[in-house]
Every structure is written in C-alpha cells, then in structure tokens.
C-alpha cells in the first residue's frame, strides 16, 4: 500500500504547531506559575517549611566582627592636643538568632521576640578577648557632658565621686570586659543612688545589654492577605511610632525588622528597616546589580542623606540636635548619654571630622555597609551592616578628669554584622529559583523552536511532494514534453508521418518505379 507523502506533510505541520502553541502559552504562563510559587513560600506561614525556618531560626551564619580604636595618646589629650588611633581587631563573634513566642493573629499579623547570643570565635579573629586597650571612660566623659549645666558644686561632687571610685577619663581594659562588662564600683554606687541613670544594673559593657537578650516585640505582616506587605512591621513593643525624635516623620517606623523584605523588587524599590539598636528607622538604595554564585541580585547602599545633618538634609532635622553630617545623636534613646553613631571611620560625613582625630582612614570597601537582595523573592544573599559608635567628650568645668581635651567627636569601636546563605541552602535556593525558571525557559523557546523546525519541514516536504504530483499529472496528459506533442500528436490526415516535412519516403519511390 502506497504512502501519501502530502498527507504526511500535513500531518506533522499539524503536529509542529501544537508545540509552537505550547511553547507560545508557556511563555506567558511560566512566569505566572513562578510568581504564584514564589508569593506561596514567601508567605510567613509554618507549611512553607524551607522559608518559615529561614524567618524563624536564621539558619545562616552570622558573625560580628568589632574593631576597637586604641588610644595612643592618652596623657595629651587630656593637654588638648588631637587624639590619635590605632585600629586592634576583628575580634569575631557567631552570631546566633532564633524567634521564640511566636503568636499569629486574625488580622494577618504574627508576633515575636528575637533572642541573639554571641560566641567568640578565636579562629577567625585576630587577637584574643584577653588583649589589653585603652579607649575613653563612657562614664566619666559621658557623665562630665551630662553634667555640664549643673550646678557648679554638683559637678564638683561627681568629679568627687570619680576619684573615690578611682575612674579616671580612659579605661585600659581586656576586649573581652570592655565588651560584656566588668565590676565597678562607679556603676553600683551610680545604680543605688541614681537609678536608671545606666542601661543596666550589673555590669558596664559596650555590648553587655547584647548578649543573650532580645530586640523587643516585633509584630509583623504575615503577607497571607496581601503579599506586598509580608515581613513590614506593623508595630513594636505595642508601638506604632516613636516618641525619640521631634518630628513625627522621623518618629516612624517603617519598613521591615531589617532580614527579609517582600518580593518583586525592582530598581527603584528601597529597603527601608526598623532598627531598635539605632532607635529609628532606615532605608537603603539600589546602587547596582550583582550575581552571587549564579544568583541574580540587586546591591543596596546607604545614601549620603543617611546621617547627614538637618542643614544638609531638611527630613533628618527631627533627629538633632546635630552635629556634623555623617553623625546620628542617639543620646535621646542612650539614657542621655552623648553617644554618636557614624559610619567606620566616618566613612561618608563631613570631612572635618578627619580632622579632630589621627589615625582614621575611611574606604567605601572596608566601611561602607550594603544589602545583596534577592529581586524576585525579598531574601538577603549577602548582608554587611558596618556602625561606627562614637563618644562626645570636650572640657566640663569643676570635673577635673576632663582636663584640656578639645571638643571632639571620639570614636570608640566600629563593628560589622555579616552573613550571606552558602550550604544546602543556597543550593535548594538555586535550584529552586534559579535552575527550574530557567529550566523552564529553555523549555518554551525549545517547543517553540521545535515546532517552527517541524512545521518549516514539513512544508517543505509537502510542497516538493505536490510539485511532484503535478508533473506527474502534466506528463501523463502530454503537457509538459512539446516535442513528443510534435511527433504523436501532429500527423497530417492522410495518417503517412513522413509527408508531414513535405520530403518523400524512398521505397514508396522504388515501388512507383
């Protein structure tokens, strides 16, 4: 039985545009598929185990690493003269976070209290806890500044009260105590007779209210009801804003708590966080793309605008009183204590703060902080908070200890607080968000592609088969050979062939003969 090769043709031109077809849906249809994925695991919901454990128990590493400026010069400072610095470390803390009271609401809200604990790290640290460095005494420079508009003879007294304790304007003390605390007589005597003066009742540390403690009652948007809120806060501590600043802008909270963000980022999207350490909300900007090990990713960075003073920066005026541009004044949420919060190295503020202080070097590398983002989910990649904690110390009359030092901003230490995903996270995360859509791409350009392949083809075949056919019919009815058509088909009507030329045949001749 004979094959129709033109049915055939049409057959598979038939059959390559049903994945033309396919492919044409997939297109529009994929990312669609994605985005419906992706809004379901970013849900805040224990069913989306991989990212309600990533929300939960940050299972990505994370490390503080803090830098102390050591104190060169002590004795002339205290003559006037500029301070100079050293900078001593990383002394390198595991960070550890994880969630406990966990309490979902009706209204698409869960709350929460985040715990932190820090573990040093000798290994990835360049020195030890037990290394010795000298820095300004926070309570003997920080009390002078608070003191200063008491009265003559109260300040007389404190000054008094200094030496008894025998705390004088610099302390030379092991990292491991000027961080987590140390006994002081000062402070016991201060929290007997002056409560809640100091931010704790035991141990004076920079980072004692750290460790092994909490960031407060964070109440955030699960995201179930709309996904664009998913993460952002709604309020903490029972607060919908502040009563720190002066302004009601400044005073708002906003943002996320600052480790996810919701999903389907764009360029001009920002990634604004509340910070209770910094007392204020906070929001970085796109600055460019990135990939991180085949992952697509948006860097953030603080603007310029971040610290910068209200003569500079008219939003930022609720926070002073100011100083220079690249200084936040968190005296009012630091139990009034002249504390300042900067970049490392006064990276981004006013350059004369360069020069009040030797020994600083600021690099946007080394001390500029950023946020590697995942576009289409809202999950940190990469993460780099760098802080630089400064303290404002000058001359106070009737406290002695002050001696002649110069009005200056003092930077104290700097830290860094860092983490990216790597492990069997980050391989689920690309596989799942990276090597399926693109799986998934290639397959709809494929069908596409396939299908033109076989219907372009199959065209082809089908129209050479029917030019076939056609020559075919042509030659059987004579058309196509003129010359045959000539011979067969043009005798004249006495039917003798050879009188059609008008020559005569030669044996007809010799007959006639």
Not at 55 to 63: C, G, I, L, R
Not at 152 to 181: D, H, I
Not at 277 to 283: G, I, K, Q, W
Not at 359 to 388: A, C, K, M, Y
Request: glycine share 8%.
């Amino acid at each position: 039985m004979a094959i129709d090769k033109s049915k055939v043709a049409i057959g598979f031109i038939v059959a390559g545009v049903l994945p033309v077809f396919f492919g044409t849906v997939l297109t529009f249809v994929g990312p669609i598929i994605i985005d419906d994925q992706v809004v379901k695991n970013t849900v805040i919901d224990p069913k989306n185990e991989m990212s309600y454990t990533m929300w939960k128990d940050v299972p990505v590493p994370f490390y503080m690493s803090v830098y102390f400026f050591n104190v060169l010069n002590p004795k002339e400072i205290l003559d006037g003269e500029k301070p100079m610095v050293e900078q001593k470390g990383p002394y390198v803390y595991r960070k550890h976070i994880q969630k406990d009271n966990i309490t979902f609401h009706a209204n698409g809200t869960v709350s929460y209290r985040e715990y932190r604990t820090y573990f040093f790290e000798p290994s990835m640290s360049s020195g030890n806890e037990s290394d010795v460095v000298t820095i300004p005494n926070m309570l003997v420079l920080g009390a002078a500044i608070m003191m200063e508009n008491m009265p003559f003879p109260v300040r007389l007294m404190m000054s008094a009260t200094f030496k008894t304790f025998k705390e004088g304007p610099f302390l030379t003390k092991p990292v491991g105590e000027l961080m987590w605390g140390y006994d002081s007589g000062l402070v016991d005597f201060l929290n007997k007779y002056l409560p809640g003066m100091l931010p704790t009742s035991g141990k004076f540390g920079l980072f004692a209210e750290f460790n092994n403690s909490n960031t407060g009652l964070f109440t955030i948007h699960t995201g179930k009801d709309d996904i664009r809120k998913v993460h952002k806060v709604d309020s903490w501590n029972g607060l919908t804003e502040l009563n720190y600043w002066r302004t009601p802008q400044c005073n708002m909270i906003n943002g996320t708590a600052g480790q996810m963000w919701p999903p389907f980022m764009t360029r001009e999207s920002t990634l604004p966080f509340y910070s209770p350490d910094a007392c204020r909300s906070m929001e970085l900007v796109y600055q460019r793309d990135g990939q991180m090990k085949g992952i697509p990713l948006y860097r953030y960075v603080a603007p310029k605008t971040l610290f910068a003073n209200g003569t500079d920066y008219a939003p930022n005026e609720g926070f002073c009183p100011c100083r220079q541009s690249g200084l936040l004044n968190v005296s009012s949420c630091r139990h009034n204590s002249p504390v300042f919060i900067s970049h490392p190295h006064f990276f981004n503020a006013d350059p004369v703060l360069l020069d009040y202080v030797l020994g600083l070097n600021p690099t946007e590398d080394e001390h500029g902080l950023f946020i590697d983002i995942h576009p289409l989910t809202g999950v940190p990649l990469n993460v780099s908070i760098r802080l630089q904690l400064n303290l404002y110390m000058k001359r106070v009359s009737g406290i002695t200890e002050t001696g002649k030092i110069s009005e200056v901003v003092m930077p104290m230490i700097w830290f860094e607080e860092s983490g990216y995903i790597d492990g069997p996270i980050l391989t689920t995360f690309h596989t799942n968000l990276v090597i399926l859509p693109s799986v998934m791409e290639y397959m709809q350009y494929g069908f596409i592609t396939l299908g033109l392949v076989t219907i372009v083809i199959a065209a082809l075949v089908h129209h050479k088969v029917k030019r076939s056919h056609t020559n075919l019919t042509m030659t059987s009815t004579g058309v196509d050979n003129p010359a045959r058509s000539k011979c067969e088909g043009g005798t004249p009507s006495d039917g003798n062939p050879s009188t059609s030329t008008g020559e005569k045949d030669p044996l007809l001749e010799d007959d006639t003969d």
